[in-house]
């Protein structure tokens, strides 16, 4: 399989939040601020995770705010994606999720893109987050 390789320029408008999304050490934090949520608060959200990231789903201001975050949010042109608010990529947004549709076809959308990690995350399986859900680390 080819390799994508994608450049990223700053977005003169940034897409409004719609994900928050944390990778590697930023995890925990983002697990810990979501626990101090309260009950009411969490039923605003949806969460999707694996080994080393988490994903909160929800529209602002319910998003959580960690140090090292990244918030992805929806392209009026991309909307099986959700991609980085404050970057695009080189290629047009309705070309990339062609492509990555296709070449995710097993994945459920929203598909998430991350510019730290380089990769694809699907985020089709959020589900809606409870307590006990924040207890377990990636199933």
Avoid at 33 to 51: I, K, M, W, Y
Avoid at 65 to 83: K, N
Wanted: glycine content about 6%; proline content about 9%.
């Amino acid at each position: 399989m080819t390799r994508l390789v994608l450049e990223w320029k700053p977005r003169p408008d940034p897409l409004a939040p719609l994900a928050a999304l944390a990778e590697g050490d930023v995890t925990p934090r983002l697990r810990a601020r979501l626990s101090r949520f309260g009950d009411e608060a969490l039923t605003h959200v949806a969460g999707a995770q694996g080994d080393d990231w988490l994903c909160v789903i929800a529209e602002r201001p319910r998003l959580p705010w960690v140090e090292g975050i990244q918030y992805l949010g929806r392209d009026p042109d991309a909307s099986a994606l959700l991609l980085p608010t404050t970057h695009r990529p080189n290629i047009p947004v309705a070309l990339l999720q062609r492509i990555l549709i296709h070449r995710f076809s097993q994945s459920l959308p929203p598909l998430a893109l991350c510019i730290q990690s380089e990769r694809v995350l699907a985020l089709g399986c959020a589900v809606a987050i409870e307590r006990g859900w924040l207890e377990t680390e990636a199933r």
